[in-house]
């Protein structure tokens, strides 16, 4: 998501007339953001149900959710600087439109190859529609009211972490018209044309002053890197881990070494890039997206992995599966917006280290829990390591953000934070290609019915030690973050920073 602070043009006369109508706007917007967040956490929740009706392979189950994270990835920078250029509010239109079709698409999918298409088409239009949210708020309200509006955000984005679960396990329960899974989907077509028509009667356009130009070659070369990687990754393990795919992971390097000299050509040429390079010479925001990328896969693995052992491995329905996610949705929220206002001023790195050390501690009580109680594990016994991972992640995920920007000079703070928002959707991306070797490389897919409570319990604690792994790494890295919190001025780099899109159930 690109930061409007430095591509936001003038405030615009409505806003500073206090035209009642940018409210009305800033209800339409947040609520294409409130859909974007439940679409997301909505899906995994339904994932067992998927498979089960549509006859999905466990690959074509992770690139459902992978495939929406790459597409969305890859588009986000390009999406912010099209808003930029051709107006905020024709990109939004644009981009809810094609949100809405590529839903109705999922929801009437006839296949899981259609199914999977869609959803990558869904995270492109997601790309054009998420980035214009909250550069439209920027453009339509006063400075001394967007600390107001961004607080709203921050609460629609709890609630989207919570009630998307809730959401999905109560839609694909109650088997709507014997549609099964198909309502997680469908359910964004009256609310996606309800923003179409809307959005044109009262979102006031904006566009950059001095817009940069699109990167388009940037885009193809990063989209084809990370194909590259993570087609071997998913598919690997069903073929035989076959050489080609080898060649093409290690081809992958050389792709992406190919786009950092091209971006290098790219900055010379017209100041322009779809990367600045210029911002890893600073060495906390360098460290941070080392962070966000690889707390992006923690998140990758963790989620989906979670979802499959509860419903597939334990037999539990959804909806018990999305109430059993309740504490630690809550214990994220809360554990944020604590952070944020009270700990981080006060103790600086500490709490984002604090944060993975209780993450961590939290997985490993889950992995002694599921060793100690097996299939016979109950909701409440999740409860506490749950809760744990919970608050760890709270810690982290608020005050990073600002942590990563602290040092990063104000003319580059709208290119870093659409960067920190890039890598952990790749990141994410990279975490679900990775299950498939974390979990059901563990996993015989073709396990008897008396073993797969087993089978499955043996696949996510194999899959929790490498999760526990990884957030020992991102507490060493954190070491590279500013001790202290800078103390901010009017217009500072992270103080116009966008709040984080909610990854807690990526």
């Known amino acids: 998501m690109t930061s409007p602070s430095t591509t936001s043009a003038p405030e615009s006369p409505a806003a ?11 209800a339409i917007v947040m609520t294409a953001a409130f ?37 969305f990835a890859a588009g986000l920078v390009t999406g912010g600087r099209l808003g930029d250029i051709h107006g905020r509010k024709r990109i939004f239109l644009i981009g809810i439109t094609g949100f809405t079709v590529a839903s109705a698409l999922c929801g009437f ?41 961004f607080g709203l955000f921050g609460m629609i984005v709890g609630l989207g972490a919570v009630s998307g679960p809730l959401l999905g396990a109560l839609l694909t ?43 388009l070659v940037g885009v193809v070369l990063v989209t084809a890197g990370l194909l590259m990687l993570l087609y071997p990754l998913t598919r690997g393990r069903e073929l035989g881990w076959p050489t080609w795919g080898y060649v093409m992971m290690a081809g992958s390097l050389v792709v992406f070494g190919a786009l950092v000299a091209y971006e290098k050509r790219k900055a010379a040429k017209d100041g322009s890039p779809l990367v600045e390079l210029s911002l890893f010479k600073v060495k906390s925001f360098a460290a941070g997206i080392a962070v966000q990328t690889v ?5 990758g693995i963790f989620f989906l992995v979670w979802t499959l052992y509860m419903q597939i491995g334990l037999g539990w329905s959804a909806l018990r599966a999305g109430l059993t996610g309740v504490p630690f949705s809550i214990a994220v929220s809360a554990a944020a917006g604590i952070s944020v206002q009270k700990l981080v001023p006060r103790f600086g790195r500490k709490v984002l280290q604090t944060g993975a050390v209780a993450m961590a501690a939290g997985v490993l009580i889950y992995i ?12 409440w016994q999740m409860a506490l390591p749950l809760v744990v991972m919970g608050v760890g992640m709270g810690l982290i995920v608020a005050p990073l953000t600002d942590a990563v920007l602290s040092d990063v000079p104000q003319e580059h703070a709208g290119s870093a934070s659409g960067l920190i928002n890039t890598v952990q959707q790749m990141g994410t991306a990279l975490g679900l290609g990775l299950v498939s070797v974390v979990f059901f490389g563990v996993i015989d897919e073709h396990v008897r019915p008396d073993r797969i409570p ?53």
């Open 454 to 506: 087993a089978e499955f319990v043996d696949g996510f604690q194999n899959a929790l030690w490498w999760v526990a792994a990884v957030l020992a790494v991102i507490f060493l890295v954190m070491f590279a973050l500013p001790a202290k919190p800078k103390q901010h001025v009017e217009g500072s780099a992270a103080e116009t920073t966008v709040p984080e899109k909610e990854p807690a159930l990526t």
């Open 109 to 149: 999918a006839a296949n899981p190859e259609m199914l999977v298409a869609s959803r990558i088409l869904q995270g492109g239009m997601a790309a054009l529609m998420v980035p214009q949210v909250l550069s439209i708020v920027h453009a339509t309200f006063p400075a001394h009211e967007r600390g107001k509006v």
């Open 295 to 299: 707390f992006g896969i923690t998140l």
């Open 368 to 379: 002694w829990e599921a060793g100690r109680y097996g299939a016979d594990i109950a909701p």
């Open 35 to 71: 859909m974007d967040l439940v679409d997301v956490t909505i899906v995994n929740i339904a994932i067992p149900s998927i498979q089960r009706d549509a006859g999905a392979s466990f690959s074509q189950i992770q690139w459902i959710t992978a495939g929406y994270s790459l597409a």
């Open 16 to 26: 500073a007339a206090g035209d009642r109508r940018r409210w009305f706007a800033l």
């Open 173 to 215: 329960e109650w088997n709507i018209f014997g549609l099964e899974w198909r309502p997680i989907f469908l359910i964004n077509l009256p609310v996606g044309i309800a923003g179409v028509l809307l959005g044109r009667k009262f979102i006031s356009e904006s566009k950059a002053p001095r817009a940069l130009k699109l990167d």
